[in-house]
């Protein structure tokens, strides 16, 4: 399988995490409804009380090995409450030029991706989705592909983390963990 040239330029554009303090900056509400990537309409009200996990995807980046770790972590915490969305996105290196069909296919039989996906959207600039509006409100905007977005039950931003940090870093897995156990 080939990923592409881009993880060197992934990384080194890469920090950790944002402070916690610009994650709960002002920010537009989040949108009534999400489209799924086989186009169907998904409401955020079907979502509520769950910890959920907006993650921008591509197939051709560096960090796509990524899914093989969010796809565990939608098998340990689903029933716990943890909602994997993944949002393709093609604005950085052209890593996603997939159509909706081609990515279902190639999470399937490359990682077995049975979380969920939506459609591909723009996570920067003019065009920036309205998913992606609410969860950056006034911060810094998104570096690069499989960068994460945890929210808690109560709906706000926990938590971004930058693409280097893996799916199965003790890190990450203590932030999901704590915003899975509060109420």
Known sequence: MALGTGMGAC????????PLGMARAARPAMPDSLTRLDGTDMPTADLEGKVLLFVNVASKCGFTPQYEGLQNLHETYKDQGLVI????CNQFGSQEPGSAG???QFCSLNFGVSFGMLQKQDVNGDARSALYNHLIGGGI??????EK????????????????TAPDSSKFIKA???ALAQG
């Open 149 to 164: 977005f945890l929210i808690g039950r109560d709906g706000a931003v926990v938590d971004r983390f930058r693409s280097v």
């Open 85 to 88: 969305l993944g949002v393709p």
């Open 102 to 104: 081609e990515i279902k």
């Open 176 to 178: 999901i963990e704590k």
């Open 141 to 146: 905007r998104v570096l690069w592909n499989f």
């Open 11 to 18: 990384v080194m554009m890469m920090g950790l995490a944002l």
